[in-house]
């Protein structure tokens, strides 16, 4: 996994080390309330770790999983995800299957500080640097916050769509320059 640098921030692997953070966060309401058809809680350090290794599977050299950290202090912050999504069963835009998305969870404590624009236009380079010519967001329609990150990094709201995740989804495409 590459790891990746901007002004403030550093995106690079998750570690086991990284478990408590990462069960801090995606325990909380406020995170998971938009995540997935039905938002589902890590209960225990175990869930954590579990999660760390099915990240670890998904780093293929382009696409993975990154820790957002403050470069000069190496605070934890949140994750950018690259990765491929998954189609819908029976989606009425036709097969997506193959689609790579981009995706973001913060803790509360660093949301509406810029942090996950930032770190999700890193990433957006990184793909369209390695090769990848579209990339995907997918928000819960509620969730205005990250439609507003996608608006911020570039991508085009191309509406709503059930092409993924067996969900209605309100769609945003970044297509490489």
């Given at each position: 996994m590459h790891l990746l640098r901007t002004e403030r921030l550093l995106l690079r692997p998750w570690?086991?080390?990284?478990?408590?953070?990462?069960?801090?966060?995606y325990s909380r309401w406020d995170v998971q309330r938009?995540?997935?058809?039905?938002?589902?809680?890590?209960?225990?350090?175990?869930?954590?770790?579990?999660?760390?290794a099915a990240w670890r599977l998904l780093d293929d050299g382009v696409r993975g999983v990154w820790?957002?950290?403050?470069?000069?202090?190496?605070k934890l912050l949140g994750t950018v995800l690259l990765k491929f999504i998954p189609a819908s069963a029976s989606s009425v835009d036709g097969d997506r299957a193959g689609d790579t998305e981009i995706g973001w969870h913060f803790h509360p404590d660093?949301?509406?500080?810029?942090a996950a624009s930032?770190?999700?236009?890193?990433?957006?380079?990184?793909?369209?640097?390695?090769?990848?010519?579209?990339i995907v967001a997918?928000?819960?329609?509620?969730?205005?916050?990250?439609?507003?990150?996608?608006?911020?990094i570039g991508m085009r709201h191309e509406g709503v769509t059930d092409a993924y995740y067996d969900a209605r989804c309100e769609l945003f495409v970044a297509t490489a320059a």
């Open positions: 570690n086991v080390t990284d478990a408590d953070f990462l069960l801090d966060v938009y995540i997935g058809v039905v938002p589902w809680m890590m209960t225990s350090i175990d869930d954590a770790l579990d999660r760390l820790a957002v950290t403050e470069s000069d202090s190496g660093d949301w509406g500080k810029g930032e770190a999700a236009s890193a990433v957006l380079r990184h793909a369209f640097a390695h090769g990848l010519d579209r997918v928000t819960n329609p509620h969730n205005l916050a990250s439609q507003r990150v996608c608006e911020r």
